[in-house]
T-cell receptor, first 115, second 114 residues
């Protein structure tokens, strides 16, 4: 069981470029969560998805950010026209069903640096 | 909605001393509570959880946490810490039985000094 796989682990982009972060959930998990961790800050919820559906995107910035979890393939967090303030660690977590009694299993994170 | 407060952003403690990391939450419904640990440059790992039953829960590496409903707290304790316990600790809450997202506290950085 490979766990939650995130790639790339490190990504460097210049201002205005696009960043794509990928997350493959644990085998058997159908729910994916994305969190952002800014330096010296805690985890901030961004979006919660299940296959082909966005369940809750209340933590997602209204512009430039989007997420998807297609029927086949990994979940993708996409940031368009990146700015320096987007520099952060982005963590993906997965659960087998609605989180609650089930726990979240986290990936190792993708660290985005915007120059 | 739920919220989590971790009052101590940093806790330095000497090796083999006891430690308590505080966590308070607010919620209008019943909750499940969790502590996660994050070692440098890694993801979060579940340390322990309270779902129901005994209010005292333990982890395999000597940590314990007690759910106190009247004080809306879930403090994490260890009677004797090791250098290897140095990490960031996050308290998290989710609404029981509603399947909503997890809300994390800001984290407490535990530094164990030799």
């Amino acid at each position: 069981n490979a766990g939650v796989m995130q790639n790339p682990r490190h990504l460097v982009r210049r201002r205005g470029q696009e960043a794509r972060l990928r997350c493959s959930p644990m085998k058997g998990h159908s729910h994916v969560y994305w969190y952002r961790q800014l330096p010296e800050e805690g985890l901030k919820f961004m979006v919660y998805l299940q296959k082909e559906n966005i369940i809750d995107e209340s933590g997602m910035p209204k512009e430039r950010f989007s997420a998807e979890f297609p029927k086949e393939g990994p979940s993708i967090l996409r940031i368009q026209q990146v700015v320096r303030g987007d520099s952060a660690a982005y963590f993906c977590a997965s659960s087998p069903a609605l989180a609650g009694a089930n726990v979240l299993t986290f990936g190792a994170g993708s660290r985005l640096t915007v120059l | 909605a739920q919220s989590v407060t971790q009052l101590d952003s940093q806790v330095p403690v000497f090796e083999e001393a006891p430690v308590e990391l505080r966590c308070n939450y607010s919620s209008s419904v019943s909750v499940y509570l969790f502590w996660y640990v994050q070692y440098p440059n890694q993801g979060l790992q579940l340390l322990l959880k309270y779902l129901s039953g005994s209010t005292l829960v333990e982890s395999i590496n000597g940590f314990e946490a007690e759910f106190n409903k009247s004080q809306t707290s879930f403090h994490l304790r260890k009677p004797s810490v090791h250098i290897s316990d140095t990490a960031e600790y996050f308290c998290a809450v989710t609404a029981a039985n509603y399947g909503q997202n997890f809300v994390f506290g800001p984290g407490t950085r535990l530094s164990v000094l030799p």
